[in-house]
């Protein structure tokens, strides 16, 4: 599998645009906010986001505990 690219979209070199490895344009913006956007796809999920419940913390049995009033 390829990774995304980084293109620019304007000839000042401005805007840049990713796009994945069929050629979608999945975000646009500076360089800046498009290197962290690749960063930020392209990064392994932590265990808590890949479903691994178990290393996100103690579950709470009272949600409103969490919430302060």
């Given at each position: 599998?390829?990774?995304?690219?980084?293109?620019?979209?304007?000839?000042?070199?401005?805007?840049?645009?990713i796009q994945d490895e069929k050629g979608n344009t999945i975000g646009t913006g500076?360089?800046?906010?498009?290197?962290?956007?690749?960063?930020?796809?392209?990064?392994?999920?932590?265990?808590?986001?890949?479903?691994?419940?178990?290393?996100?913390?103690?579950?709470?049995?009272?949600?409103?505990?969490?919430?302060?009033?």
């Amino acid at each position: 599998m390829s990774k995304p690219t980084i293109l620019p979209l304007d000839s000042n070199g401005q805007i840049y645009a990713i796009q994945d490895e069929k050629g979608n344009t999945i975000g646009t913006g500076t360089r800046e906010v498009c290197e962290v956007l690749l960063y930020i796809i392209t990064k392994p999920a932590s265990p808590s986001i890949s479903g691994n419940i178990n290393a996100a913390g103690p579950q709470r049995p009272n949600v409103r505990a969490a919430i302060g009033i």
